[in-house]
């Protein structure tokens, strides 16, 4: 049986590294693991997409509306956006943190004051945290992507030394300990 999962993030918040920490992981699992990155204006503070799918065999990385078992976003509105990829049964795991899109910011629009309250109302599970706050206690705001893979941690059923394992072994080494924490925190959260 396949699994997916979209990590959605804004462009700079490290959605990269976790699919890369999530697919190593996986691997070592002895999964088949395929993923696919759509950047789009990442650069520019565009939404960003990471697909990882894994299972016995896995034949695309592609994930289409209706397929994620788990979703994983970096901003409130991002959450929002991809939710129709969302299974029936998925879960949503989403920073609290409001980063305003283009639009919001030259005035053109307002951002969604109750997004996370209507993901709920439409039967969404979703499970927020203020990770901006965890990853600020951990060291640095950078280590928003590692609190939420560790909150996410548990849907995976994979015990949390290999997910340090994996951690010690994607992150760059003057920042392993710093995420270990963030991770820790997340998964106690």
Known sequence: ?????????????????ASKLLGRLLMDEG???????VHGMSQRGGSVVTYVR????????????????????FEKL???????????????VVNTQQIDPMPVI???AEYPEKVLNELTDKGCCVEALDALS???KAGSSKAVNIVLMGKAAKYFHIPYDKWIAAIENTVA?????MNKIAFDLGYNA
């Open 173 to 177: 080494p003057k920042f392993v300990e």
């Open 31 to 37: 999964f088949d693991v395929k993923v696919s990155e």
């Open 1 to 17: 049986m396949t699994k997916s999962v979209m990590i959605v993030g804004v462009g700079g918040q490290g959605s990269l590294l």
């Open 106 to 108: 030259i005035g053109a």
């Open 54 to 73: 894994y299972g016995e065999q896995v034949y695309s990385p592609i994930i289409t509306e209706g397929e994620a078992d788990i979703i994983i976003s």
């Open 134 to 136: 965890l990853a600020e």
């Open 78 to 92: 991002e959450a929002a956006r991809y939710a129709a990829f969302l299974k029936k049964d998925g879960k949503i």
